[in-house]
């Protein structure tokens, strides 16, 4: 039969969150869905934690799903937030698995400022509540406010953002104090591929190229927030900087409604090009230029 080129293009969903973080489903279930949805790869990037991999792996492997090993990190810059991601990560790295282990006892601590800091405007919420939700994974302000919710404090989690936990809100308490140069260094030391999660909210492009100079190597140019204007702009801006590109939908189950696994897709060959990157950081280490 002559070649034709009817073969589906292969796709993946580069930002996925399970309940090993703030998202709601557990990973064989995230996997699950992304077989649904017709994905060749999928990175699951839960906040601060790596062990969904593990537990996913073995679904992934049965779905016929790649699975890329990856993680969302948080830092701060100028008293704004950035979000980082990593790809292709080593996940026995010490350096690694250390940083994460600082970063979720620093949550846990931040939780029960949160609770304290609303209890002082009378909205009383138990932090042993909140931390019992995460369960396992890692903790974070979606959890406080599924407690509010059940707590009749708000009617959505939305809701909970706008008037608790919001950068402006009494319950406020800021995240990780850590410069993104470290987070970088973090990524870059376990082998991964750093890339700049969500840039619309960022809000400050040029912070991204001092980010750059720190040693960003890829932009999430694709991402259920970006609308196709803000695709493009910062399609401009990878292509400047030379960035590679990634995208997903920033899945996180029932905590963030009407967004499915597979909301964003990007083509395959993107994730080629992330490990490609990686192979040629790896040959330049065995082979130092002098
Ligand atoms: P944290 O890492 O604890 O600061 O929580 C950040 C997470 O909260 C993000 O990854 C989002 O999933 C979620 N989030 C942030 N802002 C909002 C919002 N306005 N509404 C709903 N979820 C939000
Ligand atoms: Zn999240
Ligand atoms: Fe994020
Ligand atoms: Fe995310």
């Not at 991601?85 to 620093?106: I, K, Y």
């Not at 319950?171 to 750093?194: C, H, Q």
């Not at 909210?201 to 927030?225: A, F, N, T, W």
């Not at 964003?264 to 002098?290: F, I, M």
């Amino acid at each position: 039969m002559p070649f034709t080129n009817t073969m589906p293009e292969r796709t993946a969903d580069l930002h996925l969150h399970t309940r090993f973080s703030d998202g709601t489903q557990t990973p064989e279930r995230v996997v699950e869905l992304a077989a649904q949805a017709g994905l060749s790869a999928m990175a699951i990037t839960d906040h601060d934690n790596t062990e969904a991999l593990a537990v996913a792996q073995p679904a992934a492997r049965r779905h016929g799903i790649e699975l890329i090993a990856g993680v969302e990190m948080s830092a701060s810059a100028d008293g704004l937030e950035v979000h980082v991601l990593g790809f292709l990560l080593e996940l026995d790295s010490p350096v690694l698995q250390q940083h994460m282990a600082e970063q979720q006892a620093r949550r846990v601590t931040r939780v029960q400022e949160m609770v304290q800091r609303l209890r002082a405007i009378g909205v009383t919420i138990e932090a042993e509540e909140v931390l019992q939700l995460a369960g396992e994974g890692t903790v974070g302000r979606p959890h406080v406010a599924r407690v509010l919710l059940r707590h009749g404090y708000v009617s959505t989690v939305a809701e909970a953002f706008s008037r608790y936990l919001g950068p402006d809100n009494p319950g406020f308490v800021p995240g990780s104090p850590m410069p993104p140069s470290r987070i970088i260094r973090v990524i870059r030391e376990a082998g991964g591929v750093p890339v700049l999660a969500h840039p619309i909210y960022l809000k400050r492009d040029p912070l991204i190229d001092q980010l750059v100079q720190e040693g960003l190597v890829g932009l999430e140019v694709y991402h259920s927030g970006h609308t196709p204007e803000v695709v493009q702009r910062y399609e401009q801006i990878a292509e400047r900087l030379q960035l590679l590109k990634t995208g997903g939908s920033d899945y996180h189950g029932d905590s963030k409604e009407g967004l499915p696994v597979g909301a964003v897709k990007v083509p395959y060959a993107l994730v080629e090009r992330l490990k490609r990157w990686k192979a040629e950081q790896r040959s330049n280490a065995d082979h130092p230029r002098s």
